[in-house]
């Protein structure tokens, strides 16, 4: 008897084409230390969960970096005011740490595995590829977030912050990338309770179309842990830390 799955991939091997909405990448398995649980907020520095993992063993990874070059490089003086006061306070990372960050996560990435890698226009612009110089990574894609809110600026007011799709080798989508109905310009309002907020139902989309359910997705400065919502909407495992996390707590 022919399963459903089987005759996808017989016409799959049978198509010239580059997209298949049938899932051929497998993740192996994997056995985490108890330091590690899966589906909680842990307390943890990223790069020391990232070190904890085995090398080609996650399908997917998100990162959103805690960075400041906006306010060091433009100084805008406003950092104190009671809009911005909450993340300034937060531990900032350096270039080399972001870049230690991304390579760490190009080291646990699967083959042709996904690192969803969020920035704002600032970053964008200013050559953002440096985090990712001397790795197996290379950028495939871009989704703009549209916040539905005006934010600061000095000319154009920032309304958008930018997940840049980024594959680890070898490139494809066949295969590997399952939902082909994700507009590259995202609308989703949310609701402000972090510094970090990310879109829950976009990275829930980013989610389903890389990797199958049951599948183990890290997110190593998890901030307001939005990625285990999304996790936890689609099916998926999620292991992911900050270093101001409260220990341990589940929601």
């Known amino acids: 008897m022919v399963t459903q799955a089987q005759l996808?991939?017989?016409?799959?091997h049978k198509t010239n084409g580059v997209f298949s909405n049938v899932r051929t990448?497998?993740?192996?398995?994997?056995?985490?230390?108890?330091?590690?649980?899966?589906?909680?907020?842990?307390?943890?520095?990223?790069?020391?969960?990232?070190?904890?993992?085995?090398?080609?063993?996650?399908?997917?990874?998100?990162?959103?970096?805690?960075?400041?070059?906006v306010y060091d490089k433009m100084k805008y003086g406003n950092e104190d005011t009671s809009r911005n006061h909450v993340r300034v306070k937060l531990p900032q990372m350096s270039e080399e740490q972001i870049a230690k960050f991304t390579s760490e996560i190009g080291?646990?990435?699967?083959?042709?595995?996904?690192?969803?890698?969020?920035?704002?226009?600032?970053?964008?612009?200013?050559?953002?590829?440096?985090?990712i110089k001397g790795?197996?990574?290379?950028?495939?894609?871009?989704?703009?977030?549209?916040?539905?809110r005006m934010g600061l600026g000095y000319r154009t007011r920032h309304q958008t912050e930018f997940c840049v799709i980024i594959q680890k080798e070898p490139r494809r989508a066949k295969g590997v990338w399952t939902i082909r109905?994700?507009?590259?310009?995202?609308?989703?309002?949310?609701?402000?309770?972090?510094?970090?907020?990310?879109?829950?139902?976009?990275?829930?989309?980013?989610?389903?179309?890389?990797?199958?359910?049951?599948?183990?997705v890290i997110d190593p400065a998890a901030g307001s842990f939005s990625v285990m919502h999304a996790c936890r909407e689609q099916g998926r495992n999620f292991l992911g830390c900050d270093v101001e996390a409260h220990d341990g707590a589940t929601e």
């Not at 996808?8 to 799959?12: A, C, I, S």
């Not at 943890?44 to 998100?62: H, K, R, T």
């Not at 310009?185 to 970090?196: A, L, N």
């Open 8 to 12: 996808g991939l017989e016409l799959d």
């Open 25 to 69: 990448l497998q993740c192996p398995p994997l056995i985490l230390p108890s330091a590690l649980p899966l589906n909680q907020r842990i307390k943890m520095d990223g790069l020391e969960l990232l070190g904890m993992l085995d090398d080609n063993s996650v399908p997917a990874a998100f990162f959103d970096p805690q960075f400041r070059g």
């Open 107 to 131: 080291r646990v990435l699967i083959p042709s595995g996904h690192l969803f890698l969020w920035m704002d226009k600032f970053h964008l612009c200013t050559d953002f590829r440096n985090w």
């Open 135 to 148: 790795t197996n990574l290379s950028v495939v894609d871009m989704v703009t977030w549209d916040k539905g």
């Open 181 to 216: 109905n994700i507009p590259d310009v995202w609308r989703e309002k949310i609701k402000k309770t972090h510094p970090h907020n990310k879109p829950v139902r976009l990275q829930g989309e980013l989610i389903a179309a890389t990797t199958s359910p049951g599948d183990l």
